[in-house]
């Protein structure tokens, strides 16, 4: 396997260190409705040498209005795709705001370099295996 490489500030390519950390910041909201969870870590190496270390936690509330339109469309619901198109939208903007929040409420050494979102669950169906 190549050594991974990175452009160090003169344009030239240097091997990468073998001690890579990084933090990264993972957004979700559940079925529950109730809000998205941001949680912080930790990622040193590389690989199967990868080691997680959680740093911190923050809970931000959905708005009751966010709220009641989100519940609205949940499985078993009917809904047309224009109201799915506007909570996607207005849903975008509370992820950013969320992650926003969180970052500014983290201590500047446990900032992260990186965001992951894993979206808002409106209809799972275990059963099936599916989830959307």
């Given at each position: 396997m190549p050594k991974l490489r990175k452009r160090d500030g003169s344009g030239r390519v240097r091997p990468?260190?073998?001690v890579h950390k990084?933090?990264?910041l993972g957004l979700m909201a559940g079925t529950s409705?109730?809000?998205i969870d941001a949680a912080c870590v930790e990622i040193e190496g590389?690989?199967?040498?990868?080691?997680v270390r959680f740093l911190w936690h923050h809970a931000v509330p959905f708005s009751v209005s966010l709220r009641r339109r989100l519940l609205a469309v949940m499985a078993p619901a009917a809904t047309r795709t224009e109201t799915l198109a506007?909570?996607?939208a207005d849903l975008g903007e509370a992820f950013g705001r969320a992650a926003d929040e969180a970052i500014a409420a983290a201590?500047?050494?446990e900032r992260p370099a990186l965001i992951g979102l894993a979206g808002q669950t409106?209809?799972?169906l275990p059963s099936s295996r599916v989830s959307l």
């Open positions: 990468r260190s073998r990084r933090r990264v409705g109730d809000g590389l690989g199967a040498d990868m080691q506007r909570l996607h201590r500047p050494a409106v209809c799972h």
